[in-house]
């Protein structure tokens, strides 16, 4: 039996074939992104690029899919692309084990023929080039706005970057694409809950400059929708 049957029974043959022949970059692998490639990669889509110059840490273990015990250390990339070929061995993936910068995002992103671009990074400067860039060249694309300090699921909302409100995260990289002449156009997975200031702490690193209290359930959820975006984009009807 396929194990993409039930798929099929739900999609029908043309648009999973659609999945199959789509190709879907995935930047940021932690908390929501790992969540969102791997409901892409259930979905059937047939080629991905998963990036992320992560390893693994022991404060990921209560919310991203690549962190075990023994996992710790090994990088998140790598991991889940082991994983998705163990789903599916006939997917085809490309493993960028870095973080990209402003000129390797416009490399990545020219590197071959995307369907879609998925936005999971958690640092500003390059979350919005990777945005811009992609639609500079014409990419649809999905970004996922602040999952930290959230617990309420109803207030989860799909929404043009433009509509969305009480966001931190959306705010910033709603100013930034503005100043770069983008007003809207973008599709993000954001939540209206206000996020309490108690759980936010400063952190001076190279990356970060807060930490946010996360609950377990709340970055998988941001994965979720984000990959329904995906999938429901690719096998539109056109």
């Not at 163990?86 to 960028?96: G, K, R, S, Y």
């Not at 043009?160 to 931190?168: F, L, P, R």
Request: proline residues 3%; aromatic residues 6%; charged residues 25%.
């Amino acid at each position: 039996m396929n194990w993409l049957n039930r798929t099929e029974l739900l999609l029908g043959a043309e648009k999973l074939e659609k999945l199959r022949n789509s190709s879907v970059l995935v930047v940021g692998l932690g908390g929501v992104g790992a969540y969102a490639a791997e409901q892409i990669c259930r979905a059937g889509v047939g080629k991905m690029t998963l990036v992320d110059g992560d390893v693994v840490e022991t404060t990921n273990r209560n919310r991203q899919l690549t962190a075990l015990v023994s996992t710790t250390g090994q990088p998140k990339a790598e991991i889940l692309a082991a994983r998705f070929r163990d789903v599916n061995p006939e997917i085809e993936l490309t493993v960028v084990n870095d973080f990209i910068s402003d000129e390797k995002t416009v490399e990545l992103l020219q590197s071959q023929p995307f369907d879609f671009v998925v936005d999971c990074i958690d640092t500003i400067s390059p979350k919005v080039f990777l945005i811009y860039y992609a639609l500079q060249l014409g990419l649809p694309v999905v970004s996922s706005m602040g999952a930290g300090g959230k617990m309420d699921t109803e207030k989860i909302r799909i929404d043009d970057i433009s509509k969305t409100n009480y966001c931190k995260l959306a705010k910033v990289v709603r100013k930034r694409l503005a100043d770069l002449g983008i007003k809207k156009g973008v599709q993000v997975v954001y939540s209206t809950e206000v996020t309490d200031e108690n759980a936010v702490c400063a952190e001076d690193s190279q990356y970060k400059k807060s930490i946010v209290g996360t609950i377990s359930y709340m970055p998988p959820l941001f994965g979720c929708f984000i990959s329904s975006v995906v999938i429901r984009g690719l096998t539109a009807s056109k």
